[in-house]
């Protein structure tokens, strides 16, 4: 019924059900139909027969709470409507595998519930006016390909890293000021699309090593930002480069929005109580390269911990690049020149103490990773614990 001009969908479930036409696992391609809204849909238009729904280049610019009764729908591509505000009815739609929500006019994302969506497998927000992506993407366990182009996303949250199935993420033309410094221990990541993100200066440390070491992984990030004048005069002299807090080139350093303090490798600092603190409950949450979980009574004591807390401590800012710690507030940065893909490239790394960082100076291969074993960049990943 492509370009044939339909009221809303409710009409047109009723007519096809009159006449006998809809059966199960109907598939309705209804693209440019000048359609405005779907409608007061009802059990008796036999909505739960449809499987997918193509609605692209209408005019849709919200969704009833009746959406519901589409409950085995499995795919919808609303792409080119008017959606302003995000439908939170879709996500009553358990069976939904791909979502298609591009080229709207959605302002931001409301917070994931964490049954939300079990089988989702693809979701494209491309070319929205989206700024902030929620911490609760992580819930998403399914979520195998992800598209976020075109959008004034500054920064993304460091739980996408607990998306342990996305093969393919699409970043392109973002206002990024930094990536997840954990985006280099995705071990499903297999494409990495980041184009055209002219405020990014940095890539993370673990990315770089994932990107020389672990193949198969490829990664686009041209016409990306650079460094100012300080450290790229600093870059031209050495390879390796130590950041005092004090410098000029820790005024120019964009780091993760966690991190609050700067470690000094020239003055006897050490980290704060409230790094040392996370780091400490952090442990409850840890899960070995073996596969063991924690001991019982640090399941007990992670349960008891509120729930603020829970998502704070079981998702770390990063993983130290010598010894694969945690680190939450408070970091010693590295910043290394490199040559990658014939591009100059600038990396970010975080060390979570002195000694690591001063390793990692007097050698700058002492990143923790065995090339002769193959081994992944992160030895063990923490888990977050979905909210009780």
């Given at each position: 019924?492509?370009?044939?001009?339909?009221?809303?969908?409710?009409?047109?479930?009723?007519?096809?059900?009159?006449?006998?036409?809809?059966?199960?696992?109907?598939?309705?391609?209804?693209?440019?139909?000048?359609?405005?809204?779907?409608?007061?849909?009802?059990?008796?238009?036999?909505?739960?027969?449809?499987?997918?729904?193509?609605?692209?280049?209408?005019?849709?610019?919200?969704?009833?709470?009746?959406?519901?009764?589409?409950?085995?729908?499995?795919?919808?591509?609303?792409c080119g409507n008017r959606l302003v505000e995000f439908p939170t009815?879709?996500?009553?739609?358990?069976?939904?595998?791909?979502?298609?929500?591009?080229?709207?006019?959605?302002?931001?994302?409301?917070?994931?519930?964490?049954?939300?969506?079990?089988?989702?497998?693809?979701?494209?927000?491309?070319?929205?006016?989206?700024?902030?992506?929620?911490?609760?993407?992580?819930?998403?366990?399914?979520?195998?390909?992800?598209?976020?182009?075109?959008?004034?996303?500054?920064?993304?949250?460091?739980?996408?890293?607990?998306?342990?199935?996305?093969?393919?993420?699409?970043?392109?033309?973002?206002?990024?000021?930094?990536?997840?410094?954990?985006?280099?221990?995705?071990?499903?990541?297999?494409?990495?699309?980041?184009?055209?993100?002219?405020?990014?200066?940095?890539?993370?440390?673990?990315?770089?090593?994932?990107?020389?070491?672990?193949?198969?992984?490829?990664?686009?990030?041209?016409?990306?930002?650079?460094?100012?004048?300080?450290?790229?005069?600093?870059?031209?002299?050495?390879?390796?480069?130590?950041?005092?807090?004090?410098?000029?080139?820790?005024?120019?350093?964009?780091?993760?929005?966690?991190?609050?303090?700067?470690?000094?490798?020239?003055?006897?600092?050490?980290?704060?109580?409230?790094?040392?603190?996370?780091?400490?409950?952090?442990?409850?949450?840890?899960?070995?390269?073996?596969?063991?979980?924690?001991?019982?009574?640090?399941?007990?004591?992670?349960?008891?911990?509120?729930?603020?807390l829970q998502e704070l401590a079981g998702c770390p800012t990063a993983?130290?690049?010598?010894c694969h710690s945690a680190v939450f507030v408070f970091a010693f940065?590295?910043?290394?020149?490199?040559?990658?893909?014939?591009?100059?490239?600038?990396?970010?790394?975080?060390?979570?103490?002195?000694?690591?960082?001063?390793?990692?100076?007097?050698?700058?291969?002492?990143?923790?990773?065995?090339?002769?074993?193959?081994?992944?960049?992160?030895?063990?990943?923490?888990?977050?614990?979905?909210?009780?």
């Open positions: 019924l492509n370009q044939e001009r339909i009221k809303d969908l409710s009409q047109l479930l009723a007519q096809l059900s009159e006449s006998d036409k809809l059966a199960g696992n109907a598939k309705l391609y209804l693209k440019g139909c000048c359609m405005e809204t779907l409608g007061d849909l009802t059990p008796a238009q036999h909505p739960h027969c449809i499987s997918l729904l193509h609605m692209p280049n209408n005019l849709v610019v919200k969704l009833p709470e009746s959406t519901f009764l589409l409950c085995n729908l499995t795919e919808l591509n609303l009815v879709l996500f009553r739609l358990a069976l939904l595998s791909k979502l298609n929500l591009g080229h709207n006019a959605l302002c931001s994302l409301p917070h994931i519930p964490a049954n939300a969506w079990p089988e989702l497998e693809v979701l494209m927000l491309y070319s929205n006016g989206i700024s902030q992506l929620p911490s609760s993407i992580c819930y998403l366990k399914s979520l195998v390909y992800l598209s976020l182009d075109a959008n004034p996303i500054e920064s993304l949250p460091r739980q996408i890293c607990y998306l342990h199935r996305l093969k393919s993420l699409y970043i392109s033309s973002l206002e990024l000021l930094y990536l997840p410094q954990c985006l280099g221990s995705m071990r499903s990541l297999q494409n990495l699309f980041a184009d055209s993100n002219s405020r990014l200066a940095y890539i993370p440390g673990s990315l770089l090593q994932r990107w020389d070491r672990l193949p198969p992984f490829q990664s686009y990030m041209y016409r990306c930002g650079k460094l100012g004048p300080p450290a790229q005069a600093l870059a031209t002299h050495c390879s390796l480069s130590v950041v005092n807090p004090l410098s000029d080139v820790a005024s120019c350093l964009i780091l993760p929005g966690e991190i609050s303090t700067i470690g000094d490798c020239y003055a006897n600092c050490v980290p704060s109580l409230e790094e040392l603190a996370l780091r400490t409950v952090h442990r409850c949450f840890v899960v070995s390269s073996s596969g063991q979980s924690p001991d019982p009574t640090a399941a007990v004591f992670q349960q008891r911990l509120p729930r603020p993983l130290c690049i010598v940065p590295v910043v290394c020149y490199s040559e990658l893909d014939r591009m100059a490239t600038f990396e970010l790394s975080l060390a979570c103490s002195r000694a690591c960082h001063a390793q990692l100076l007097s050698n700058p291969c002492a990143s923790g990773y065995d090339a002769a074993k193959n081994e992944d960049v992160s030895v063990w990943l923490p888990v977050l614990v979905p909210p009780l």
